[in-house]
């Protein structure tokens, strides 16, 4: 089961653009989001045993999640792994020696 990249659109609304999400999260943005600063991760979402779903997200070790429904588990895993992000900022000390690089794939 994945989640195409075609499910999410760009709208136009009376007072500006906004992009939906695959999932209408309900929090539109103002402005299309600046390809630069977008994170693409994979998710693996599974069937629950005992209904609904389980998702996580192999690059953010024990990021994990599960809703009712694939709606429900796909916002709680962008949640999960903003909040993962948010945490392993505050909690990563910055290398005085090391050097920032970033590489495109």
């Not at 629950?48 to 599960?66: Q, S």
């Not at 429904?69 to 895993?77: D, R, S, Y």
Request: with cysteine.
């Amino acid at each position: 089961m994945t989640c195409d990249r075609s499910a999410c659109r760009l709208t136009r609304r009376r007072d500006g653009p906004t992009l939906a999400s695959p999932i209408g999260d309900g929090f539109p943005s103002p402005f299309p989001p600046n390809p630069a600063e977008v994170m693409k991760l994979k998710i693996l979402v599974h069937q629950a045993e005992e209904g609904g779903y389980w998702a996580e997200v192999p690059a953010l070790p024990g990021c994990v999640t599960e809703g009712d429904t694939l709606e429900e588990t796909l916002a709680n895993v962008r949640e999960a792994a903003e909040g993962w992000l948010e945490v392993s900022a505050t909690r990563t000390p910055p290398d005085p020696e090391a050097q920032l690089v970033e590489i495109e794939l």
